[in-house]
């Protein structure tokens, strides 16, 4: 009251408490909110990033050692690299098994290259070998190395790689 008006004014907990208004929440919801103000108030003052996906934070990570998802790995691998580092014994490269499937493809791919390649290496050394026949005016020999730069040059099946 001032001047014999009664003044109503509606204040949060935290200004009630500035000017000296002890507020006590009535009942289990008023103790709940409390919590959890309480609550989000620590995880705002606790040191690191916040997840955007999960909205997990470090000190989370930290008390339970499980990430809320993926994007976890992004956000806090500053903190959790060395952790991941310590664990595995300074181990962080994968260097496990590879499924029979996958290691199939690469296996059939990395000899279709090598083909590839050896077609390649034999198609130039042809070309060389008759330049220097032609050169050598040992025409014989270049019409046999033609005809077989146009066999290879026709398909990988019809060479002999």
Same mark, same amino acid.
Not at 22 to 29: R, S, Y
Not at 135 to 147: G, I
């Given at each position: 009251m001032r001047n014999g008006v009664r003044i109503e004014r509606h204040l949060c907990e935290t200004h009630a408490a500035e000017h000296g208004i002890?507020?006590? +929440?009535?009942?289990?919801?008023g103790e709940l909110i409390k919590q959890h103000v309480s609550a989000l108030t620590q995880a705002a003052q !606790?040191?690191?990033?916040?997840? +955007?996906?999960?909205?997990?934070?470090f000190a989370e990570f930290k008390q339970h050692g499980l990430?809320?998802? !993926?994007?976890?790995?992004?956000?806090?691998?500053?903190?959790?690299?060395?952790?991941?580092?310590? !664990?595995?014994?300074?181990?962080?490269?994968?260097?496990?098994?590879? +499924? @029979?499937?996958?290691?199939?493809?690469?296996?059939?791919?990395?000899? !279709?290259k090598a083909e590839l390649a050896a077609r390649?290496? @034999?198609?130039?050394?042809?070309r060389v070998e008759l330049e220097t026949a032609?050169?050598?005016?040992?025409?014989?020999?270049?019409?046999?190395?033609?005809?077989?730069?146009?066999r290879l040059a026709e398909g990988p099946g019809r060479g002999d790689v």
């Open positions: 002890a507020v006590q +929440p009535a009942g289990k919801i !606790a040191k690191g990033n916040v997840c +955007p996906t999960c909205r997990l934070t990430l809320g998802c !993926a994007e976890c790995y992004r956000i806090f691998e500053g903190q959790i690299s060395p952790l991941i580092e310590r !664990a595995h014994e300074g181990g962080v490269k994968h260097v496990g098994k590879t +499924p @029979r499937r996958v290691s199939c493809e690469i296996d059939e791919s990395a000899r !279709a390649a290496e @034999r198609l130039s050394r042809i032609v050169r050598a005016e040992q025409y014989e020999k270049a019409a046999k190395l033609r005809d077989e730069l146009r």
